[in-house]
């Protein structure tokens, strides 16, 4: 395994880290901040997560590239693509719908459904509009995905700025006023929305992996591209210091916009999409430096297990997350969840830190149940 490839699962890995952690508390009261999302705009670590997915997802598409794309290996590389998003599709909604157990409330957006909308919109551009090189292979159109990018920032921002919205007017931003929101509301309709996407008053209003938004969540996956292009063209320090210098500007950029049009990860705005893409990019930077060392190499050995089946990972923590609210201890009125503070109570008395233990907990057993596959090199891809 290359060095660049090791850092791809290991910033894989520190991602589905960084989501069971979040996601798998003894208490869902009981979460240190960095561990919860920000409750609209502004960011937590949190919040960094899924953007650090899509990057991945992008830098794993930049570095197929160049390659060959005759007819029929276009034929095959739209054919994978639209296999990869159904597939993606089709488990997040079966996932949604095991949490659930209700078609009359099944969510249809999902993180999952929109990393397959992500990756079609981002893949398909690069097949639609790579350039042939002289030795016969095609390589990624750098200046028609820039101009993506730009286009779709801008016009992500104009649309939730200008484009009034019915009862509302234009411009709102709140979760129930925004343009985005709106059309989740109107395509899907409230009882497929998020059940935690609430307003001020508890009534269900957005899905923060709604459809509109799912725009500039794609400009994740095309910087990441963009980064994969370069570590492929020269995989060593200073191409990893050039992309830590880049990161560091999106991240600048983020926080200059931010004012204007705020950093929001709910409804994922122009300028959130920046500076997630930069705290991605530096991570990944920082990582390929780290990985010249052998110690760093076995030290993030668990970061690249779970980096290496990262889609299997996830699956897990959905299902333990659903196993959790199970009632299934003290006679059927315990759930696991709670049954599992219990027990971590006993032993760390700071109710704080034993929420964080249960979730610490779960990410090793997650860790462990993975470690066989990646040690036989079985890495399961959608």
Request: charged share 10%.
């Amino acid at each position: 395994m290359t060095k660049r490839l090791i850092a791809l699962d290991a910033l894989r890995g520190l991602a589905v880290a960084g989501m069971i952690l979040a996601n798998s508390p003894g208490s869902w009261s009981l979460r240190y901040a960095q561990l919860d999302h920000a409750p609209w705009n502004g960011f937590t670590a949190t919040d960094m997560v899924f953007p650090t997915f899509l990057f991945s997802v992008g830098i794993a598409v930049g570095l197929s590239f160049p390659r060959p794309l005759a007819d029929t290996d276009k034929a095959r590389s739209w054919s994978r693509l639209a296999r990869r998003t159904l597939a993606l599709i089709a488990l997040g909604l079966a996932l949604n719908l095991l949490a659930g157990l209700s078609l009359a409330h099944l969510r249809i957006p999902g993180i999952l459904q929109r990393i397959g909308l992500c990756y079609a919109i981002g893949a398909g551009l690069v097949l639609l509009t790579a350039r042939r090189r002289p030795d016969g292979l095609a390589a990624v159109n750098l200046p028609v995905v820039l101009g993506v990018i730009g286009a779709l920032l801008i016009g992500y921002w104009a649309l939730l700025t200008f484009v009034p919205v019915p009862g509302f007017g234009a411009g709102h931003l709140d979760p129930e006023g925004n343009l985005a929101a709106f059309i989740d509301r109107g395509l899907f309709t409230i009882p497929h929305l998020w059940p935690y996407g609430t307003d001020a008053a508890g009534k269900v209003v957005y899905d923060p992996e709604g459809l509109l938004s799912t725009l500039p969540a794609t400009v994740n996956l095309l910087i990441g591209i963009l980064a994969g292009c370069a570590w492929k063209r020269a995989s060593h320090s200073r191409t990893a210091f050039g992309l830590a210098g880049a990161g560091l500007l999106l991240i600048v950029a983020g926080l200059l916009i931010d004012p204007a049009f705020p950093i929001n990860k709910r409804i994922w705005t122009s300028s959130f999409a920046l500076l997630s893409s930069g705290v991605s990019m530096v991570l990944f930077a920082l990582l390929s430096l780290a990985f010249q060392s052998k110690a760093a190499r076995a030290a993030a050995y668990p970061l690249r297990v779970l980096g290496g089946n990262a889609t299997l990972a996830f699956v897990l923590s959905v299902l333990l997350g659903i196993f959790s609210t199970y009632r299934i201890f003290k006679g059927g009125t315990q759930t696991a969840q709670a049954w599992g503070m219990e027990i971590a109570q006993k032993i760390i008395p700071d109710p704080m830190l034993a929420s964080l233990a249960c979730s610490i907990a779960i990410l090793a057993l997650i860790t462990a149940l993975i470690w066989p596959l990646h040690r036989r090199a079985i890495h399961w891809r959608l």
